[in-house]
């Protein structure tokens, strides 16, 4: 009989037709393991509907899977893109099914008996013998073919009834194989029960080595092995893999780099091309446990494989059969594990090897679990400590301000994260003179709330000794000029005198925003005398402007987090947005707490949605007088005072 095959089907695909061998059904699949199992279904399928019986339906189930397995796992790399095909032909009397790999092929035994447990290869061709009547096995060049007949029950009347000795005999086999499973079945059972109990220890510890540690030593029981190594990559340092847990008490190991020379990486690769391609009695030329690293492949060792003379498990554990697992998840290399025995002549086994594997990738799991519980326990920790630093940080901003003759104060700090470099002050020199501060650490979070801490105390001791705000402002660079060049930051700040005796205010800025002082009739004037920011050169002369109290409306230091305020559009709310509300908000006499709300209100309007991106600080000096007149006698007593950091105002 000549069957012709066809590799233009496409994989996964069936076709069929009625010709002379009675009905044909043609299946293809791609060289992969995971499609072998949907189209032996599909054959299944059609076998099912040419009237066959249950108990022939899984003997060609259980061929057919086998047969595809074995074309599937010894396909060489370069024909892996070529389909497998399955051919059916279904007479009333018998049933033919062809497997068509592109294997390197192999020659058929003449007789084929039960493999010892022990041995990795033979069960495949073992079940198919024992479920088909006739098997045959063509080589060809470029593709092989598994001829499989079986004779159907209908007509069973046609063959001989089989004798005694050979219902004996196969009975014999039977529970031989039956012997065989059940062995296995409690091989698995043993694994399953170790991982259980590892499982039931998740919640009482999230420590790796004493985890690893529990469930490696189970492992080594299961499969008979002697001894283990467990090397772990540490999370934040990617380039070594570090001695965790052996079983050998007293065993120590040196890390092991993982950033090798370009002349070992390809040492490295070509062992593993060498060892995919045979699995020959050649050394391992790296060491076991850096080629597993690099490769992300098992490898194995022994008087096959011997290893290197330097390797560090050769020289620790001498005479040993085993193999080096990585331990990874994804592309993440977390570790690797190394096993084995001292009895060289006894290799680990199929189902031993598989076993390890299953341990591996459960490990695996519990790394990463474990890592990500520690970073979640890290995180609140981090939150709580920061939500401190906050509290503290509010602290040091002003609840209330000493009251100033005709002129009320307002103040405004909200940090973009927990915390931040931004803040306001004001400090009461005498019944007449107090010295209004804003500044503006570089950056944001920690490192610039520390800086902004420390200017805050150093100006609550040092700025009564000063004059002028200019001398204030040399005074903070040269004591913190060392402090800021060291870590490459600088602090911009504006200081205003408010002298009411000689009714003035005296302006000294280092670096920052221009403050806007509002005339009476809604005029705007911009003052920023000349000066470097603090920390930038150990030495400034600071220069002062001075302008007339009379001419005050309205004054407003702010940062610049609140003129870069974005919208969801992407538009900055900008000096030019600043100066229009000032402009009309000047001319409706309003007290500083209700120019801080309506400014307030403004910002947010602006932003809508949009997050705020930069901390925010503004601190308003407005005169009212008139705000004052308008209220009745009874009401000129009364306090408003909003917590900080939203907003504090004056005590009347």
């Given at each position: 009989?000549?069957?012709?095959?066809?590799?233009?089907?496409?994989?996964?695909?069936?076709?069929?037709?009625?010709?002379?061998?009675?009905?044909?059904?043609?299946?293809?699949?791609?060289?992969?393991?995971?499609?072998?199992?949907?189209?032996?279904?599909?054959a299944?399928?059609?076998?099912?509907?040419?009237?066959?019986?249950?108990?022939?339906?899984?003997?060609?189930?259980?061929?057919?899977?086998?047969?595809?397995?074995?074309?599937?796992?010894?396909?060489?790399?370069?024909?892996?893109?070529?389909?497998?095909?399955?051919?059916?032909?279904?007479?009333?009397?018998?049933?033919?099914?062809?497997?068509?790999?592109?294997?390197?092929?192999?020659?058929?035994?003449?007789?084929?008996?039960?493999?010892?447990?022990?041995?990795?290869?033979?069960?495949?061709?073992?079940?198919?013998?024992?479920?088909?009547?006739?098997?045959?096995?063509?080589?060809?060049?470029?593709?092989?073919?598994?001829?499989?007949?079986?004779?159907?029950?209908?007509?069973?009347?046609?063959?001989?009834?089989?004798?005694?000795q050979?219902?004996?005999?196969?009975?014999?086999?039977?529970?031989?194989?039956?012997?065989?499973?059940?062995?296995?079945?409690?091989?698995?059972?043993?694994?399953?029960?170790?991982?259980?109990?590892?499982t039931?220890?998740?919640?009482?510890?999230?420590?790796?080595?004493?985890?690893?540690?529990?469930?490696?030593?189970?492992?080594?029981q299961?499969?008979?092995?002697?001894?283990?190594?467990?090397?772990?990559?540490?999370?934040d340092?990617?380039?070594?893999?570090?001695?965790?847990?052996?079983?050998?008490p007293?065993?120590?190991?040196?890390?092991?780099?993982?950033?090798?020379?370009?002349?070992?990486?390809?040492?490295?690769?070509?062992?593993?091309?060498?060892?995919?391609?045979?699995?020959?009695?050649?050394?391992?030329?790296?060491?076991?446990?850096?080629?597993?690293?690099?490769?992300?492949?098992?490898?194995?060792?022994?008087?096959?494989?011997?290893?290197?003379?330097?390797?560090?498990?050769?020289?620790?554990?001498?005479?040993?059969?085993?193999?080096?697992?990585?331990?990874?998840?994804?592309?993440?290399?977390?570790g690797?594990?190394?096993?084995?025995?001292?009895?060289?002549?006894?290799?680990?086994?199929?189902?031993?090897?598989?076993?390890?594997?299953?341990?591996?990738?459960?490990?695996?799991?519990?790394?990463?679990?474990?890592?990500?519980?520690?970073?979640?326990?890290?995180?609140?920790?981090?939150?709580?400590?920061?939500?401190?630093?906050?509290?503290?940080?509010?602290?040091l901003?002003?609840?209330?301000?000493?009251?100033?003759?005709?002129?009320?104060l307002?103040?405004?700090?909200?940090s973009?994260?927990?915390?931040?470099?931004?803040?306001?002050?004001?400090?009461?020199?005498?019944?007449?003179?107090?010295?209004?501060?804003?500044?503006?650490?570089?950056?944001?979070?920690?490192?610039?709330?520390?800086?902004?801490?420390?200017?805050?105390?150093?100006?609550?001791?040092?700025?009564?000794?000063?004059?002028?705000?200019?001398?204030?402002?040399?005074?903070?660079?040269?004591?913190?000029?060392?402090?800021?060049?060291?870590?490459?930051?600088?602090?911009?700040?504006?200081?205003?005198?408010a002298?009411?005796?000689?009714?003035?205010?005296v302006?000294?800025?280092?670096?920052?925003?221009?403050?806007f002082?509002?005339?009476?009739?809604?005029?705007?004037?911009?003052?920023?005398?000349?000066?470097?920011?603090?920390?930038?050169?150990?030495?400034?002369?600071?220069?002062?402007?001075?302008?007339?109290?009379?001419?005050?409306?309205c004054?407003?230091?702010?940062?610049?987090?609140?003129?870069?305020?974005?919208?969801?559009?992407?538009?900055?709310?900008g000096?030019?947005?600043?100066?229009?509300?000032?402009?009309?908000?000047?001319?409706?006499?309003?007290?500083?707490?209700?120019?801080?709300?309506?400014?307030?209100?403004?910002?947010?309007?602006?932003?809508?949605?949009?997050?705020?991106?930069?901390?925010?600080t503004?601190?308003?000096?407005?005169?009212?007088?008139?705000?004052?007149?308008?209220?009745?006698?009874?009401?000129?007593?009364?306090?408003?005072?909003?917590?900080?950091?939203?907003?504090?105002?004056?005590?009347?």
């Amino acid at each position: 009989m000549s069957v012709n095959s066809s590799n233009s089907q496409e994989p996964g695909k069936l076709s069929g037709e009625i010709g002379a061998f009675g009905i044909t059904r043609h299946f293809s699949l791609l060289c992969d393991l995971a499609s072998v199992r949907g189209t032996v279904l599909a054959a299944r399928d059609f076998l099912a509907t040419q009237g066959f019986e249950k108990d022939e339906l899984l003997a060609c189930e259980l061929a057919l899977v086998e047969a595809c397995n074995n074309a599937i796992r010894y396909a060489p790399d370069s024909r892996r893109n070529l389909p497998v095909e399955i051919h059916v032909f279904c007479q009333k009397s018998r049933l033919e099914m062809h497997v068509v790999d592109h294997t390197m092929g192999f020659d058929w035994p003449d007789k084929i008996e039960l493999p010892d447990p022990e041995q990795e290869n033979g069960r495949g061709l073992f079940i198919i013998q024992s479920l088909m009547d006739q098997v045959l096995y063509l080589r060809g060049a470029e593709e092989n073919r598994l001829v499989m007949r079986k004779a159907l029950k209908a007509h069973l009347a046609d063959y001989s009834v089989p004798s005694t000795q050979e219902l004996q005999q196969k009975l014999a086999l039977s529970e031989e194989v039956i012997g065989t499973m059940a062995k296995e079945l409690c091989f698995r059972s043993e694994a399953l029960a170790a991982i259980f109990r590892c499982t039931s220890e998740l919640g009482k510890t999230n420590a790796v080595e004493e985890l690893s540690y529990r469930l490696l030593a189970d492992l080594l029981q299961i499969v008979a092995a002697d001894w283990f190594i467990l090397r772990l990559v540490p999370k934040d340092e990617r380039s070594r893999l570090v001695f965790t847990k052996s079983s050998r008490p007293g065993l120590s190991l040196d890390p092991i780099c993982l950033d090798q020379e370009p002349s070992m990486s390809n040492l490295v690769k070509a062992t593993i091309r060498s060892r995919q391609q045979s699995m020959g009695s050649s050394p391992v030329a790296a060491w076991a446990e850096l080629q597993a690293a690099v490769s992300r492949r098992d490898v194995f060792f022994g008087p096959q494989n011997p290893l290197a003379p330097d390797d560090p498990l050769g020289q620790k554990l001498p005479r040993s059969v085993g193999l080096v697992q990585p331990i990874a998840r994804g592309e993440t290399l977390l570790g690797t594990l190394a096993i084995g025995r001292f009895e060289v002549e006894k290799p680990f086994t199929v189902d031993q090897v598989e076993v390890i594997y299953t341990f591996c990738e459960f490990l695996a799991i519990q790394i990463i679990n474990a890592r990500l519980q520690k970073e979640q326990v890290d995180l609140r920790l981090t939150a709580h400590e920061l939500e401190i630093a906050r509290n503290i940080q509010q602290s040091l901003l002003p609840r209330t301000f000493p009251a100033l003759p005709g002129f009320g104060l307002s103040g405004f700090c909200l940090s973009a994260r927990q915390v931040g470099g931004d803040f306001y002050d004001v400090l009461s020199l005498s019944d007449q003179r107090a010295l209004l501060i804003v500044a503006d650490v570089m950056g944001k979070g920690v490192p610039a709330a520390l800086f902004a801490a420390t200017l805050h105390t150093l100006f609550h001791t040092t700025a009564e000794w000063a004059h002028t705000p200019s001398e204030v402002l040399a005074r903070m660079n040269r004591l913190l000029y060392e402090e800021l060049s060291g870590v490459d930051m600088f602090i911009t700040a504006q200081l205003v005198l408010a002298d009411f005796h000689q009714r003035r205010l005296v302006i000294a800025n280092a670096g920052h925003c221009p403050m806007f002082v509002a005339g009476p009739a809604g005029d705007l004037r911009a003052a920023a005398p000349d000066g470097l920011p603090l920390g930038i050169v150990p030495n400034v002369n600071y220069e002062q402007e001075i302008l007339s109290l009379e001419e005050c409306s309205c004054a407003l230091l702010y940062t610049d987090g609140l003129t870069e305020a974005r919208n969801s559009h992407g538009e900055l709310f900008g000096q030019e947005r600043l100066c229009t509300w000032l402009r009309q908000s000047v001319t409706k006499h309003k007290t500083a707490a209700e120019l801080s709300e309506n400014f307030l209100a403004e910002i947010r309007s602006f932003q809508g949605q949009a997050g705020q991106s930069d901390d925010q600080t503004f601190l308003i000096l407005a005169d009212e007088t008139k705000a004052r007149s308008k209220r009745s006698k009874d009401d000129t007593q009364i306090t408003v005072i909003l917590p900080a950091p939203a907003i504090a105002v004056g005590v009347r």
